[in-house]
């Protein structure tokens, strides 16, 4: 957000304008216009001095700091400059020597600033330039004069260019128009022409408010004060059908008030007919004349440019300021006044404003004297800020180095006790190991006899007659999971007087086995002639007792009884027992 102080130091009123910029927003945050007391009769031409008590006035409204001062007639001067297209650097140097040398008849010690116009036309060829020109001890008394009391000026801005800037933040810009603004202050105009918000143009002249009110104090000698009345509250530039019935002494007084209002006329067309010829414009139109300034307020007076100009004519507007941060006294300003403050606010958007156009000056000593405290004084106190913290960075990075030594010895001192504790947790990870190896020796077979004992029970229960088993195979590799299903091949022969159909038989055997919880998969194979073997797949560990009823015990004498019967401490017979490979 942009902020912005300007200063106008008119003849005949102080006016200051403190605005913030957000955005497309212009907030108004103090106004201030203070009348400048009336110059003393021992020298006319000396300008009034300013208001003893100012200071504190822009203190109480709160415009009181550094900002932007306006300067205007006799002590700036605008000119257009043309170059070809040159660089940057080359350029500076052109405007250097075009304000030092070239700045005209009794401007010999002066300062200056230009800014390239956006003009149509064929760039390739040549560019315009505005400078601005002004004489180093008009622009160093300004300077002074506003320090005196209390206002401390950066820069000082030409009141043409600020009268542009206002214009563009204003309601009454309209985009793709050409506009020629005209400021009609007390003792000088201010002139612009403006494309689109582009600047095209920009002067000032003489003439003003102050002639209108000489001229009714010459005609009815009526006083300064009282004529100045008479202006804002009754006189007026007669229409031409009023102008035959009037008063002798009303038509004196239009005549004089018609003629400065002529000059005012030639000075805007000058300025529309140098524009032309210096841009190179010819066919440059006016679409529409905007008139600010106290002297524009005169009744009238805009009818009259309005046909001389043969153009539009309207007043300055400011309807889309913000300004509800104001008191009572700066609101009616922009509310009974609007048109006087377009200066003042354009001073304050120089300086907030990025997209300003701007021509800034600033007389040779003080710029001087910032340099010195720019760069030599800072340069110092950098040079010295810079070797304290040099001093202050070793200190410090000698203390870092002594932590960072501290914490590298604990470190290591960590380090070395993990170190021991990695070995202790090898070797108690190797026992652990170990101890796990053995308990699975004991856990697996375990795991595996419990279901190799229900299994020949089962054996006992489900053996058809004629059928005798005769071998039972567990292959147990070192190393098996406690978890793994234990697969078991059974051996066997038939009684062939018993069982005509072997084969059938063992398939009715396997699928009554197979439906016990405890074995997965029986899968009998072809038998060759009487003897048989069966591959069957048992869940390893305990599982609950099946649902089925007991079944009952074999009859004494059957083949299941005779291949299956168990000697005493419930032991199987030896026919029956597991057997492991390799054993």
């Known amino acids: 957000m942009g902020r912005g102080l300007g200063f106008d130091l008119g003849t005949s009123a102080v006016k200051a304008v403190r605005l913030a910029l957000s955005g497309g927003s212009v907030r108004v945050k103090a106004a201030l216009c203070v009348d400048r007391p009336a110059a003393g009769d021992a020298d006319k031409s000396a300008p009034p001095p300013l208001p003893p008590d100012l200071a504190r006035e822009l203190k109480r409204a709160g415009a009181a700091g550094a900002g932007v001062l306006g300067v205007s007639g006799s002590d700036v001067l605008l000119k257009y400059v043309s170059v070809p297209p040159v660089p940057p650097w080359k350029l500076r140097m052109l405007m250097d020597y075009e304000i030092r040398e070239n700045a005209g008849p009794g401007m010999t010690d002066v300062c200056g600033d230009y800014r390239k116009l956006r003009l ?18 008009a622009l160093a008394s300004a ?18 260019v600020a009268l542009f800037n206002a214009f563009r933040r204003s309601s009454s810009f309209m985009p793709g128009e050409t506009t020629l603004l005209l400021e009609i202050g007390a003792h000088a105009c201010e002139i612009a022409i403006q494309r689109d918000g582009d600047l095209y143009f920009a002067r000032s002249a003489p003439g003003g408010g102050a002639q209108f009110t000489a001229a009714i104090d010459r ?55 140098f524009c032309r010829m210096q841009a190179k414009l010819p066919e440059l139109g006016i679409d529409r004349v905007v008139l600010s300034g106290g002297g524009a307020r005169l009744a009238g007076l805009r009818e009259f440019l309005e046909e001389r100009l043969e153009a539009p004519v309207g007043y300055l507007a400011f309807d889309t300021l913000d300004t509800d941060a104001l008191d009572a006294e700066a609101t009616a300003l922009f509310r009974e006044q609007p048109t006087a403050q377009a200066v003042p606010l354009g001073l304050a958007l120089a300086e907030a404003d990025p997209e300003a156009f701007r021509l800034e000056l600033v007389p040779e000593s003080i710029a001087k004297r910032r340099a010195f405290w720019g760069r030599t004084v800072y340069a110092l106190l950098a040079g010295a800020c810079a070797a304290g913290l040099c001093a202050a960075w070793t200190l410090s990075a000698a203390r870092e180095r002594r932590d960072a030594r501290e914490r590298h010895d604990a470190l290591k001192a960590k380090r070395a006790a993990y170190g021991a504790q990695t070995r202790e947790y090898e070797k108690r990870k190797e026992a652990l190991d170990a101890l796990r190896g053995h308990v699975n020796l004991y856990r697996t077979p375990g795991r595996a006899n419990i279901a190799l004992l229900e299994f020949v029970r089962l054996l006992r229960e489900k053996t058809p007659d004629g059928v005798t088993v005769t071998g ?112």
């Open 120 to 137: 149509p036309g064929d760039l390739a060829r040549e560019e315009f330039a505005l400078t601005a020109v002004a004489r180093q001890d």
């Open 472 to 583: 039972l195979a567990l292959p147990l590799a070192a190393g098996a999971a406690a978890e793994a299903n234990v697969r078991v091949t059974l051996g066997g022969v038939a009684n062939a007087a018993k069982v005509p159909d072997v084969f059938a038989t063992l398939k009715r055997f396997a699928a009554e086995i197979e439906r016990s919880p405890r074995v997965i998969e029986a899968t009998p194979t072809s038998p060759s002639g009487t003897s048989w073997t069966c591959v069957v797949t048992l869940r390893s560990g305990v599982i609950a007792a099946a649902s089925e009823p007991e079944p009952p015990a074999p009859k004494p004498g059957s083949a299941a009884a005779a291949g299956t019967a168990a000697p005493a401490a419930g032991l199987p017979p030896a026919e029956t027992a597991p057997k492991r490979e390799g054993e």
């Open 219 to 273: 005609i009815f000698k009526i006083g300064p004060e009282r004529a100045e009345s008479y202006k804002c509250k009754r006189a007026r530039l007669l229409p031409p059908d009023e102008r035959e019935g009037a008063e002798p002494q009303q038509k004196l007084l239009d005549e004089a008030l018609r003629k400065i209002a002529e000059n005012l006329f030639k000075n805007a067309r000058g300025s529309i007919m």
């Open 143 to 160: 300077f002074g004069a506003a320090r005196g009391v209390g206002v401390r000026a950066r820069c000082a801005v030409p009141g043409a």
